[in-house]
């Protein structure tokens, strides 16, 4: 991934916002990463890194979750943002993501690129890379024509006939109709149920996931699964329980999320938080308690004055390039201190370098572009000027 394979201070907050076991989209925190970036072109580039890496994360989920937070910042961060963008970095990352990404996926980023290329990136010359991707691609071969946004798309969806027979892009079009379901049906109210009573489908009750028990016979005797963890409910629809709790199952066609009741209600939770096996005891499943020892021998270290202002300083290269120059290549060990500090100031300079050379080369893009005009206007007065004058 190139400049996008390293950390950056990013990370936490857009892997809070890309959480794999995210049922909705966090706008809180998608909306204040946007406040952290503001109009820094320094935090729009971590940003940008750190929402690349998880573009290229296995999982549907967090990269569907990922592209949602990179449309929100072009949105909401600007002209700076907008030119971290429009860079050669990510112009050939987003290719990759294009040709490398499952169908859904890269449905919903050919719907970026369309919207952006026909949108706010269109007149602006400075962000010219990616009208000319999004034109390229088309050339290519890319089928932009149906690029709306997928994101609708899950609830124009049908029930599965057989739940059992699950290839691996069903299981990813189960998971979106789950959330959407899930998001949707805020308005289920617990029932009561007792030990003997059966558990048909019919009352009216909302079925959330895709069921074939629509046309089940009611039994005598619900399944029972006991809970691994505690599990507390985000939504009105989720069931609370706590570790080593008996739950009554009610719909288990999910491969992630069942329904089932307790004494507080009935609602839906994870698979994984439970199991069929009822003599297992929860006390099995809590983490040791860890002990903590201190060792005898203490190392002192002097702690380092917290970074200053980062900014780039010709002398200090040079005098590192000297340095460098006159050291002794075989001497692995005794580097001097002053060449360490040098060496993490012009490493610290780095991403200001960068930037530097972008500016220089889109200035350059510019001028470029302004002395072709000059050329043609003075072609086309010379020309006129040949001409014989008529009165």
């Known amino acids: 991934m190139g400049i996008f394979s390293t950390s950056s201070p990013f990370d936490a907050d857009v892997e809070k916002a890309t959480y794999e076991k995210n049922t909705t989209e966090e706008w809180s925190v998608i909306m204040e990463i ?23 994360n ?16 072009v949105n909401n961060c600007g002209k700076t943002f907008h030119l971290e963008v429009a860079s050669r970095d990510f112009e050939s990352e987003l290719r990759k993501l294009l040709t490398k990404s499952q169908p859904r996926v890269a449905e919903r980023l050919r719907h970026l690129l369309k919207k952006w290329a026909e949108g706010e990136f269109k007149s602006d010359p400075q962000l010219g890379l990616i009208p000319s ?11 932009f024509s149906s690029s709306s946004d997928p994101s609708t798309k899950s609830t124009r969806a049908t029930v599965p006939k057989d739940p059992n027979a699950v290839s691996s892009q069903q299981e990813v079009d189960d998971i979106a109709k789950a959330i959407e379901l899930s998001l949707k049906d805020s308005h289920v109210s617990p029932k009561a149920h007792s030990g003997g009573t059966g558990t048909g489908t019919g ?16 039994t005598s005797e619900p399944r029972k699964v006991r809970a691994l963890y505690d599990f507390e409910a985000a939504e009105d629809n989720e069931l609370t329980f706590v570790a080593g709790e008996i739950v009554h199952l009610m719909d288990d066609s999910d491969p992630n999320w069942w329904k089932g009741y307790n004494q ?10 439970v199991t069929s096996d009822l003599s297992i005891e929860p006390e099995k499943f809590k983490e040791p308690k860890k002990a903590v020892q201190f060792n005898e021998m203490v190392q002192v270290k002097t702690l380092k004055p917290a970074p200053e202002q980062v900014e780039i300083e010709e002398d200090k290269i040079d005098k590192l390039l000297h340095m460098l120059h006159e050291a002794d290549p075989t001497d ?17 300079m780095g991403p200001l370098i960068d930037s530097e050379l972008e500016r220089v080369d889109r200035k350059h893009a510019q001028l470029t572009q302004v ?21």
Do not use: W
């Open 133 to 143: 991707l999004y034109n390229k691609l088309r050339q290519e071969g890319q089928d």
């Open 371 to 391: 002395s072709s005009g000059l050329v043609e206007a003075l072609n086309l007065y010379h020309m006129l000027m040949r001409e014989p004058y008529h009165t």
């Open 34 to 56: 946007c406040d952290k970036v503001g109009n820094s072109q320094l935090h729009a580039k971590e940003c940008l890194r750190s929402i690349v890496k998880r573009l290229n």
């Open 332 to 348: 692995l060990e005794n580097d001097p201190e002053e060449l360490i500090q040098l060496e993490e100031q012009v490493n610290a």
């Open 264 to 273: 507080r209600g009935e609602g839906l939770f994870p698979a994984n938080f």
């Open 203 to 218: 009352g009216g009750a909302t079925n959330l996931y895709p069921s074939t028990a629509l046309g089940a016979p009611a």
């Open 58 to 73: 296995p999982d549907p989920h967090i990269v569907m979750q990922a592209i949602t937070l990179l449309d929100a910042c």
